[in-house]
């Protein structure tokens, strides 16, 4: 029988949360590194016990922990758990993620004041197991770059075609940072990568990463001097069904926004949100045209409008939309959902998860229609992951 | 005096997440040649417990990170060159060298 796995990153650890098909009861597993953050956790398509972890903390810096065993053990990857290595210098080194400087010029970044400012390591936002390989692995950190590792995570090297193809110095932190935090792989495509940062917009290469290419055309970013410019949209998250490559939605800072060819050219869909800030989006596993949001009221007030927690679901592609709130709290709910924190289960009946910032995780095994909490009072979660394992 | 006799036994107290990081107890110790500078305590920890590599000091640029400090003797060794002598009584093994994690935020 089928069961899921539902990887969940908060603000003081990682949690594992498992059940079997049903999903209505939930085991639950961790706090794992407590009082880290947990930016982003990943299970490998190619080999679903395999789960990558972003560990990270203001002061003692960026860790990359890989389980082999689906959860159970942890350990930096290449690194010995126990003291006493081998002798001689470590062949490994899975927490260095160093900026490519040998390549063509990577200029700087437009810093807040608007002036120019030099690119400098924090965390990994966002880790991207390959589709095909459990050892190959992205990493999305800020400051906004691409990092790929082919050895399971013990060495990183950046893919600097990105931050080299010229339009950095028009790139700019967003409120929370200039973090590269979306990663979307193409199932039919080895060569496409998407990726989205904040505050510059999205990216696409078909090359494997060695040219990329700003999609960002038909965004309308009203704090920007130029609203429609190439680069400097604050893109939330992007979402794609793997069936259908050339199909993107996003969430922007306002606006949801649809693309019908691989981000040439994208259109709003917001349709009858009740607002249209928002940080989460997702796609159903077997709907294609059926997305979920979570409206917030401003990107002054990040909490639910009035008080009152609901998922946006479409079946429509965007534009018509139906508030889903059973289960769901109906007042006094002033919590976040923040871009990594939805995902879905590949079950017959799809599952969707989303984790608030008041420490909720909420699944619903019906595709929307009704929700529950798996857990109530987990650390400010940061991103949800489902895995849907046989 | 023979080779190993020359040897420093340093103890360096850690702060809570690097000892579970490195997954050990109490203080650390590590054997350091003389001079027994902060560099070399570091060098030899790092060595020792080669997770913690980047943790302390910089990747890129072996600096300190910002929110750590390091104490020695009561005084503050944070600011000091990281080739200077650390006191003796760190390199007899008689104090620690002490990593703290600054306390920041509410």
Known sequence: MSSVRVLVGTRKGAFVLTSDGKRKDWQVSGPFFAGWEIYHMKGSEADPERIYVSQTSG???????????????WRQPGLPNEAIPPPGPPQALPNRFAYDTAAKPLTTHQWYDGTQHPWEFKRVWHIEPSLTDPDTVYAGVEDAALFRSSDGGE?????????????????????????????????????????????AGAFRTDDGGVTWKPINKGLVSNFMPNPTAEVGHCVHHVAMHRARPDVLFMQKHWDVMRSDDAGENWREVSGNLPTDFGFAIDVH????????????????????????????????????????????????????VLRDA????????????????????????????????????LPAVLSVEGQTLN | MSE???????????????????????????????????????????????????????????????????????????????????????????????????????
């Open chain 1, 59 to 73: 002061w003692f810096g960026q860790l990359i922990q890989r389980s082999d065993d689906g959860g159970k053990t």
């Open chain 1, 155 to 199: 060495n990183w090297q950046e893919i600097s075609g990105l931050r080299g193809h010229g339009t950095g110095p028009q790139w700019q932190p967003g409120a929370g940072g200039m973090g590269l935090h979306t990663i979307i792989l193409d199932a039919t495509n080895p060569q496409r990568i998407y990726i989205a940062i904040s505050a």
């Open chain 1, 285 to 336: 596993a077997h709907e294609p045209e059926t997305l979920y949001v979570v409206p917030i009221k401003s990107d002054s007030e990040h909490f639910p409008l009035d008080g009152k927690l609901r998922v946006y679901r479409s079946r429509t592609g965007g534009e018509e939309w139906e508030p889903l709130a059973k289960g769901l709290p109906e007042k006094d709910c002033y919590v976040n």
């Open chain 1, 342 to 377: 939805m995902a879905v289960d590949r079950l017959d009946e799809c599952g969707i998860y989303f984790g608030t910032t008041g420490g909720q995780v909420y699944a619903s095994a019906d595709s929307g229609d009704s929700w529950t909490p798996i857990v109530r009072d």
């Open chain 2, 4 to 106: 190993g006799a020359s040897v420093s036994q340093v103890r360096v107290a850690l702060p809570y997440h690097l000892r579970n990081l490195a997954r050990i107890e109490g203080d650390v110790l590590v054997e350091v040649a003389p001079p027994v500078t902060l560099r070399a305590v570091l060098d030899a920890l790092e060595a020792g417990y080669p997770m913690l590599r980047g943790t302390i000091r910089e990747y890129e640029t072996g600096e300190r990170r910002a929110f750590l400090r390091f104490f020695a003797c009561e005084e503050d060794w944070s600011l000091a060159s990281p080739d200077a002598e650390l006191p003796e009584a760190v390199a007899a093994g008689k104090e620690p060298l002490l990593i703290i994690g600054a306390i920041a935020g509410g």
